[in-house]
């Protein structure tokens, strides 16, 4: 059961440039949406999170983007640096649930 | 800054044999996590633990696999017969009582041969 899809699998971005990510839920009873950032060999590290109440959510470079009613949101970079690069993973639970379901990843390439 | 640290950080393993791949979460967390990530794939959960016994499994997490705290640091996932398809890295992750989010050590790869 796939709960939480995510695209697109990789995206190459040159420096300065936006990168996005999209993803899309389907238990309706999640409402707590964690972005990762996983660098090679490494675990995933919390990057930004977003509850369904907010539409957006932005800490520096980072912007959540949330859709409540078509159960999809998303990771925007702006300014995308080469330390950007990585595997950014999106995800989501329940709130009295601290499981987490994520999404497929995407590997994200910054071009200097 | 406190961090979830896991040993060892790569293990090759021969099909059949147990494996006990260990965590020290952070000190004053109580919730504990295994995930694993085969390669080029999701982060699946795998256990919850709380309170010395286990919270929620997945489906994943069958009679092979079992999880202990075996003195007031330690967290460790034990695989009782390995297969070629237990090949992935591990995860091990840690909340506090009160926290929202759960903190991700860096990783046991197990290669299964």
């Known amino acids: 059961q796939q709960q939480v899809k995510q695209s697109p699998q990789s995206l190459i971005v040159q420096k300065g440039g936006i990168s996005i990510i999209n993803c899309a839920y389907e238990?309706?009873?999640?409402?707590?949406f964690p972005w990762y950032q996983q660098f090679p060999g490494k675990g995933p590290a919390l990057l930004i999170a977003?509850?369904?109440?907010?539409s957006e959510k932005k800490e520096g470079r980072f912007t959540i983007s949330f859709n409540k009613s078509a159960k999809q949101f998303s990771l925007h970079i702006m300014d995308s640096q080469p330390g950007d690069s990585a595997t950014y993973f999106c995800?989501?639970?329940?709130?009295?649930?601290?499981?987490?379901?994520f999404g497929a990843g995407t590997t994200v390439t910054v071009r200097a | 800054e406190p961090e979830v640290t896991q040993t060892p950080s790569h293990q090759v393993t021969q099909m059949g044999q147990e494996v006990i791949l260990r965590c020290v979460p952070i000190?004053?967390?109580?919730?504990f996590y295994w995930y694993r990530q085969i390669l080029g794939q999701k982060v699946e959960f795998l256990v919850s633990?709380?309170?010395?016994?286990?919270?929620?499994k997945s489906e994943i997490f069958d009679d092979q696999f079992s999880v202990e705290r075996p003195d007031g640091s330690n967290f460790t996932l034990k695989i009782r017969s390995t297969k070629l398809e237990d090949s992935a890295m591990y995860f091990c992750?840690?909340?506090?009582?009160?926290?929202?989010?759960?903190?991700f050590g860096q990783g046991t790869r197990l290669t299964v041969v």
């Open positions: 238990n309706t009873a999640f409402d707590y």
């Open positions: 992750a840690s909340r506090e009582s009160s926290g929202t989010e759960a903190f």
């Open positions: 995800a989501a639970r329940t709130l009295w649930d601290y499981k987490l379901s």
């Open positions: 977003i509850r369904p109440d907010v």
């Open positions: 000190s004053n967390h109580l919730y």
């Open positions: 633990f709380y309170n010395n016994e286990i919270s929620e």
